[in-house]
């Protein structure tokens, strides 16, 4: 592992945020019983740094705000301060953004998540005044979702610097795989506080350069071993080429080829018998045709045992 350490962060070294899901029975209600052994998994098998909580895989686009108080306050109680904790609050509309923020605080949340607007194009200046909005109405400690793919605006280096002018950043999340933005944002801010990269192609070589660590889907399937990503610089090239082969299977199965996210990963926690529940509406759960697909690739990964028992759903 790399040491690290941040001039504007708490953390040190490269670490491994995990997003957990939430469980949703198959009549959509709430599951905390589950969930709180979703995050236990995550803390005592996976061995993860921080949770980044209602992200994508958590579906907090479809929780209410009653509903994202309960999973934060299950997650504040659970956890118990261990590990920093990263309530994702965005919203299309920069009020309902504070208003979640705002939530996240009362339940007693360590930190908040903040990406871009959904769909819309935005200019920098709305981009940064978004986050200073935000930041006004709660003094949390924030994460940068950094997500292009759904908001049609990259946050640049130049922008980012902005943004940490008027909020209080102190990790960064940062999906875009463009090897010359990811080399140009280490270089600009990658001392300031950890940033995080997941994607399947990226993570790796980001790793190498020396990112903050990494928050995807998939590593946590690996259990305690994906901490095998902080040892790449130990390892010889064919055995960082296997690692990668195998994380981007894994991850390419979950997100690009079995269902619609968070489906797979949902599908995939339950075959290792963590109640991952099954996503909620308008996302459908794997058929059972996926779901065999997904177990043959599990196994292929050394995740899975060949005779291990298909998990119920819910």
Do not use: W
């Amino acid at each position: 592992m790399q040491e690290l350490a941040y001039s504007h962060s708490p953390f040190t070294g490269q670490i491994h945020c995990s997003a957990p899901v939430t469980p949703f029975s198959p009549a959509g209600d709430l599951m905390l019983d589950a969930f709180q052994e979703v995050l236990r998994f995550h803390m005592e098998i996976v061995k993860v740094d921080a949770l980044l909580i209602a992200g994508d895989n958590g579906e907090g686009y479809a929780l209410t705000d009653r509903e994202l108080r309960r999973v934060v306050e299950t997650t504040v109680k659970t956890v118990g301060g261990r590990i920093p904790c990263y309530v994702h609050v965005s919203r299309t509309e920069n009020d309902r953004c504070c208003t979640r923020a705002g939530i996240a605080a009362e339940a007693g949340a360590y930190g908040i998540a903040l990406c871009q607007p959904y769909i819309h194009d935005a200019s920098p200046d709305k981009i940064v005044k978004r986050f200073e909005a935000v930041a006004q109405a709660t003094a949390l400690p924030m994460m940068v979702y950094n997500l292009p793919l759904i908001s049609r605006f990259n946050i640049t280096p130049q922008v980012m610097r902005q943004i940490c002018d008027v909020a209080p950043v102190e990790v960064l999340k940062d999906a875009p795989t463009d090897m010359a933005h990811i080399t140009a944002m280490l270089n600009a801010m990658g001392e300031r506080f950890p940033i995080l990269y997941g994607q399947r192609y990226t993570m790796i070589p980001a790793l190498l350069l020396g990112s903050g660590g990494f928050v995807g889907t998939g590593p946590e399937l690996f259990h305690e071993r994906c901490r095998d990503f902080f040892k790449l610089d130990e390892m010889e090239p064919r055995e960082r080429a296997r690692l990668q082969k195998r994380y981007a299977a894994v991850n390419t199965a979950l997100l690009h080829e079995l269902g619609k996210a968070p489906a797979g990963i949902k599908a995939a926690m339950n075959l290792l018998g963590v109640p991952a529940g099954v996503p909620r509406d308008h996302v459908s759960p794997l058929t059972p045709a996926e779901t065999e697909a997904l177990r043959r690739v599990l196994i292929e990964a050394d995740i899975l045992e060949a005779d291990a028992p298909v998990a119920r759903s819910a």
